[in-house]
């Protein structure tokens, strides 16, 4: 057999090794996240029934359901939402639309992305300094919503900047040459276009917040409370939490208790987040520019 | 006021050479607004001049066709007109234009109203992604039009004079997706034409269309040329022959050398008869 | 609609300056949440030292950065990082070995070898990963990978380095993998039918072409995976252990600095010493992930503008 041919050989032997390899890797990949999936599923659903999702914890969180933690993470995301949706999306109309090519664009940029990388827990000193501290917020809804909207906003901002550029800019140049001012293009026009991808990129960043623990640690989630919070001053109980409470702080939390917890948490997150990217694919799929 | 008296009016406010006066008709005198003149223009991406040195007159209520091989700045120039150069940023535009008399370019004037009066239409139809109606309607809204049968009676006669009406008139909440190519460039002329321009810029509005719609689309222009004064770019030479009342030919001869305005004169004459040695070339084909 | 060109040269002048008004107010607005992100981070670097201020003062910020003991509730108190930020690096150790062969691996494979509904599944499944809060990870961590690290290897206790490790190379996983993807996918089609048609197999077209030129994005997923895995507070202080030691092998309990603050922020009085030392510590945090993070930056900045002529 020529040398050729035994190296031709040996080459393809290697591409199928390392196509096992690789392919090994991806099953570790798929087998960690059905792992995951699978372990909170079925540890989790036997716990679940409306009187876990509707009543008050009991007996030191020992029974009874999460109620008032479903509600205080709801406030807290509202909350959250409200503070940094206009921020954000203002901030991707300015990268997409009116950024000049300059310096201060590009630290914009920089800062963005580096905002996207510093750790929860620096969000959480930073919160608890500025709003808890110094703005006298104290611990409350409030002072947490404010630290989760600046550890949101780069999710926000790059979202909703990436959904703007997709819109071609003919419809810019269509609206602008009607006569219409850059804002009325936008509003009217570009924003309306960009509407599912910015809802949807919204909601994933939206969801993220949600499962934070270590900056709400800090600045305003409470181990535990009698009643729900009745103004955005008020300390408030928290899924993810909760979660963190039941698994290490407190011994003896029957685990059906635990796990139920665990799958309203992951099950609320991920099924918000599935929602919206399907939602945003239907709308892709339908308007094909 | 009869056509030759305007046309030297006009010339007399823009002292520099025409080629040739243009006629027009005179019973379409009296109404005669949304004219162009333009003195000595020059556009320049960055450091790069692209065009140098175009004096020309758009007459008013009839169809001025740019032609010109590619990359000789037809659209550039098509976007002084109605300043939609601004947008691009980095552009400069030296020499003067005015329009009727008023000079677009001075600081007291607001792009935004001089777009209102001289509308566009793009190469690619480009429909807002809503209804037709809505589509129809942006420029008057634009405008501060909310009265709905106000805006009712501008959109149908819109929509009308863009030969499109008997084909949407049923349909007026539908997606403006849902048109084909041609229907989507003539409700773009619709859309265009409700804000009340003078004068309707056309950049290549056929190039993308099958050759009934680009029937349709110029049968539209031959309607439109009454109401608003029409500047087109084209490529296409017997469209040019065919629509346009005054033709422009323009050229850039090298690359290290801005285009500039060989020849603008009466179509007919232009096309049987030029002056220049290259105008007749490029229009028989022999390049570009 | 008969207007007189005088007429028609006052309605080009009327009606702007409200509306000109109105523009600029929308556009400052504009501009000032676009600057808003610069302002933030600023923010956060400044008032995190402002309030390590008293601990850099009174302890010194390199007696902190080399003493070997964290006693902050002894007597005498003892404010050394030695321990935790080795116990971060570690952590991390352990993590980086298990994401970056993994990550890339999956990320080849993903991007060369598989059809394109595989890479929508792969798509979905790289998204849950990344949506599951990081205190659920923790949990699972607590409730899988505690009792079997413990039994496996014999130890007294599971809570380890290494649990904590696999935890955050698990978690960090989908960062490393989506971003490294992209860079493959980002390398022309050309090129890879070049190598092929020089009788190159796909296999040798990956290593010698497709690789080296998405090198730039892998390294910028394997950073920001590893600044992802060094920030990460809930996983690691469920599973760690968080005994202030200086560790010597992955089979100890570790005590990292993401997990010193949130374990120790709840008891702290607030404007005192350890409160302030916990700032010092959020400090060196906050500066090893920023010069993760502008790394990472300025390589994937490069490998855009790389294939973009
Ligand atoms: N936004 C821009 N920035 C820089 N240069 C530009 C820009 N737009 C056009 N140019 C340059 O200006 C010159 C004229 O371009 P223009 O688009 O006006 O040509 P055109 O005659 O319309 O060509 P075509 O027939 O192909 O549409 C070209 O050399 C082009 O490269
Ligand atoms: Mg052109």
């Given at each position: 057999m020529s040398d050729r041919n035994r190296r031709a050989r040996n080459a393809r032997t290697v591409e199928v090794v390392m196509k096992v390899v690789t392919g090994a890797c991806v099953a570790l990949v798929i087998g960690a996240a059905m792992l995951i999936l699978g372990k909170i599923v079925i540890s989790g659903i036997p716990g679940i029934s409306l009187e876990f999702l509707f009543s008050k914890p009991g007996m030191g969180m020992r029974a009874g359901g999460i109620f008032p933690i479903i509600v205080g993470t709801l406030m807290l995301v509202t909350l959250t939402a409200v503070l940094v949706l206009p921020l954000g999306i203002m901030a991707g109309i300015y990268l997409a639309e009116y950024a000049p090519k300059n310096v201060v664009t590009r630290i914009v940029r920089l800062s963005i992305a580096n905002m996207a990388g510093v750790p929860s827990i620096v969000y959480g000193l930073f919160g608890l300094a500025v709003f808890v501290l110094l703005m006298q917020i104290g611990k409350s809804l409030l002072a947490s919503a404010l630290t989760l909207t600046c550890l949101t906003l780069p999710v926000i901002i790059t979202s909703t900047e990436e959904a703007l550029r997709q819109i071609p800019s003919d419809l810019r140049q269509a609206a602008l040459a009607l006569g219409a001012t850059r804002w009325r293009a936008i509003y009217k026009v570009i924003l309306p276009a960009a509407a599912p991808g910015i809802v949807t990129g919204s909601i994933l960043g939206l969801s993220r917040a949600a499962g934070e623990t270590a900056p709400i640690l800090v600045t305003g989630a409470a181990f535990f409370l009698p009643k729900l919070p009745d103004s955005v001053y008020s300390q408030y109980m928290s899924l993810p939490y909760h979660l963190y409470v039941l698994a290490t702080q407190v011994p003896n939390v029957p685990p059906e208790i635990t796990w139920g917890t665990a799958f309203v948490l992951v099950a609320g997150v991920s099924i918000v987040s599935m929602i919206a990217g399907a939602w945003r694919s239907v709308q892709r799929r339908k308007v094909k520019w | 006021m009869v056509m030759s008296a305007v046309l030297e009016e006009v010339t007399a406010e823009a002292p520099f050479a025409l080629s040739e006066p243009v006629r027009v008709d005179a019973d379409r005198a009296e109404k005669v607004s949304g004219s162009f003149s333009l003195k000595d223009v020059s556009v320049a991406y960055g450091n790069e001049?692209?065009?140098?040195g175009v004096n020309m007159l758009v007459p008013s209520r009839a169809v001025t066709a740019l032609i010109g091989p590619s990359g000789c700045g037809k659209s550039t120039l098509l976007r002084c007109l109605n300043r939609?150069?601004?947008?691009?940023?980095n552009v400069r535009v030296g020499g003067t234009i005015a329009l009727d008399g008023l000079d677009i370019y001075q600081k007291s004037i607001d792009p935004v109203d001089l777009r209102m009066r001289v509308g566009q239409v793009f190469q690619r139809p480009n429909p807002f992604p809503m209804s037709i109606y809505d589509n129809v309607a942006f420029g008057p809204r634009t405008q501060g039009v909310r009265k709905r049968d106000e805006l009712d009676a501008i959109i149908e006669a819109a929509l009308k004079d863009a030969a499109l009406w008997d084909e949407v008139k049923n349909h007026l909440?539908?997606?403006?997706?849902?048109?084909?190519g041609g229907q989507q460039q003539r409700l773009c002329i619709a859309r265009a034409l409700a804000t009340k321009p003078e004068v309707l810029l056309m950049d290549e509005p056929a190039s993308a269309l099958d050759p009934i719609s680009t029937q349709q689309i110029e049968d539209t222009i031959a309607e439109l040329k009454d109401m608003v004064t029409i500047v087109i770019v084209t490529h296409n030479m017997q469209q040019a022959a065919r629509i346009s009342d005054q033709t422009a030919f323009m050229l850039r001869e090298s690359m290290d050398q801005p285009a500039h305005l060989v020849e603008v004169g009466e179509t007919k004459r232009m096309f049987t008869n030029p002056d220049d040695k290259r105008t007749e070339s490029y229009i028989t084909g022999r390049f570009g | 609609m008969t207007m007189t060109p005088s007429e028609r040269a006052g309605r080009l002048l009327g009606r702007t300056t409200r509306r000109r008004a109105a523009e600029a107010v929308v556009r400052t607005l504009i501009y000032a949440a676009g600057l808003l992100s610069i302002v933030i981070l600023l923010a956060i670097a400044v008032f995190l030292f402002v309030e390590a201020r008293k601990s850099i003062a009174e302890v010194g910020l390199g007696t902190m950065l080399t003493s070997t003991q964290w006693f902050p509730t002894g007597t005498p108190k003892i404010f050394g990082f030695l321990p935790l930020i080795i116990g971060s690096l570690m952590v991390t150790g352990v993590a980086l070995v298990v994401f970056v062969p993994i990550g890339i691996g999956a990320a080849v494979f993903i991007s060369e070898f598989s059809a394109g509904w595989f890479k929508e599944v792969m798509k979905s499944v790289i998204e849950f990963m990344a949506a599951v809060p990081s205190v659920v990870y923790g949990f699972l961590g607590v409730a899988i990978l505690i009792p079997w690290v413990k039994a496996t290897f014999g130890l007294t206790s599971g809570m380890t380095a290494l649990t904590g490790g696999l935890v955050l190379g698990i978690m960090s996983l989908p960062t490393v993998i989506s971003i490294s993807e992209d860079a493959l996918h980002a390398v022309p089609d050309a090129l890879r039918q070049g190598s092929l048609a020089l009788g190159n197999t796909r296999w040798q077209t990956i290593y010698k072409v497709v690789v080296p030129s998405a090198s730039s994005g892998i390294f910028a997923g394997v950073m920001l995976g590893l600044g992802r895995a060094i920030g990460e507070t809930m996983a690691v202080l469920m599973l760690t252990g968080n005994a202030a030691v200086i560790p010597t092998n992955v089979f100890e309990s570790v005590r990292t600095m993401t997990g010193t603050i949130a374990a120790e922020m709840g008891e702290v009085v607030f404007g005192g010493l350890h409160y302030s030392v916990l700032f010092s510590v959020g400090l060196v945090l906050f500066g090893i992930t920023f010069v993760i993070n502008l790394a990472a930056d300025l390589v994937l900045e490069r490998q855009r503008k790389r294939w973009r002529r």
């Open positions: - | 001049t692209v065009i140098a939609m150069n601004d947008e691009i940023g909440k539908k997606h403006a997706f849902e048109l084909s | -």
